[in-house]
């Protein structure tokens, strides 16, 4: 355990841990409304939508920080999860619909008659929760399979993970598709039979998301201090001699790659019932480039400061949006143009050099 971290390692996680798990959920429920401490529904699934984003920039972070795998794509593995679990919470409306019929509105509205094939048993929570982390999983194997063998790497896989994903948006947004065109799948009532619209389901979906996060934390941890994460920072810094020496490099880079697309998966499921829908607008490979941001803004090869980031980065965009909405996206730019000038080793890569200071 003590190679994990050290002393001052796992005393920050604990406190982390803590204010997450148990700080928040206690301003929610136990603090009156009327309080100023109070936390409403809306921050606290604010709070969560910032922890799924957080798992995601983790699981680049262990693509591109320690195998130095650049991914454009990411936020294909996120939405397919989030589609995933999109597909069962559609199912528990049942005739709740604006029609009152046992399909989904979107389908009624098509004049469908019964659900596609691939639909079928999604109404089961374990099933749809296997194909979370199934169908990413499948599609980043496969996908990495070709890739790796054929030696594709730097700009050219980027480039290649940036049409994927694009190519997957294009195919959601077609409504025959089955996963509601353009608008994607809302109105979600239920979840394993309890309303999502109330504090208490909107606290246990921050807690499982926060859960998620520190244990996607731990796992990355193990993983980099390992004997396979030392393989995975030589195969970023020298990857022909690790072959030299033995390696099939392939191997390495393929499982780190599907373990992270699972990782997002995970991310995604947990993301849809917070914020109460998903569409193919979650594939835009410019949400892919913001993931990318949020790891080098918090320092990339440091799992710690891909949630510094993506916390950073999030909060910013949320403030920005809301009083400068037209120009957001300007602050975005110049944020990145920031880091990468003055801070190329990011937010940890400052806080490291003050230490030694």
């Known amino acids: 355990m003590t190679r ?8 920050a996680l604990a406190a982390f841990s803590a204010a997450l798990l148990i700080v928040v959920p206690l301003l929610a429920l136990a ?12 921050w606290v699934s604010l709070a ?51 029609y009152h019929r046992p399909l989904p509105d979107f389908m009624v509205f098509l004049d469908w008659k019964a659900y596609p094939w691939y639909w079928s048993f999604t109404e089961h929570f374990l099933y749809a929760a296997a194909l979370v982390v199934l169908v990413p ?15 594709i790497k730097g700009v050219y896989f980027s480039i290649i993970t940036q049409a994927l994903t694009y190519a997957a948006m294009l195919l959601f947004f077609r409504n025959e598709t089955g996963f509601g065109g353009n608008n994607g799948f809302t ?9 999502i619209a109330t504090l208490d389901m909107r606290v246990v979906l921050y807690a499982l998301s926060a859960a998620a996060l520190l244990g996607t934390l731990l796992l990355g941890r193990w993983l980099v201090t390992s004997k396979f994460g030392r393989v995975l920072a030589a195969i970023r810094d020298a990857e022909q001699r690790v072959m030299f020496c033995g390696y099939d490099t392939e191997h390495y880079k393929l499982f780190v790659w599907t373990l992270s697309a699972v990782l997002c998966g995970i991310a995604g499921a947990l993301y849809v019932p917070q914020v109460g829908i998903i569409n193919p607008s979650e594939m835009s490979p410019a949400n892919s480039i913001e993931v990318a941001i949020w790891v080098a803004v918090g320092g990339r090869g440091t799992l710690a400061g891909a949630v510094i980031g993506a916390a950073l980065v999030n909060g910013a965009k949320s403030f920005f949006t809301q009083e400068f909405p037209d120009i957001w996206l300007y602050f975005l730019g110049l944020l990145f143009i920031l880091v990468t000038l003055f801070m190329p080793r990011g937010v940890m890569g400052l806080l490291g050099r003050r230490k030694t200071a």
Request: hydrophobic letters at 55%; aromatic letters at 20%; proline letters at 3%.
């Open 4 to 11: 994990l971290y050290g002393s001052r390692g796992w005393i």
């Open 48 to 98: 969560g939508k910032f922890l799924c984003y957080a798992i995601v920039a983790v699981a680049m972070d262990l693509v591109w920080g320690y195998a130095g795998i650049l991914s454009l794509g990411h936020g294909l593995f996120f939405a397919l999860g989030g589609y995933a679990m999109g597909m069962y919470l559609m199912r528990q409306i049942g005739l709740d619909g604006v």
């Open 137 to 151: 999983g499948l599609l980043a194997f496969v996908f990495g399979w070709f890739a790796f063998r054929s030696r």
């Open 31 to 42: 603090v009156p409304a009327g309080n100023p401490f109070h936390l409403s529904e809306y």
């Open 187 to 195: 109105d979600f009532k239920r979840i394993l039979g309890f309303p």
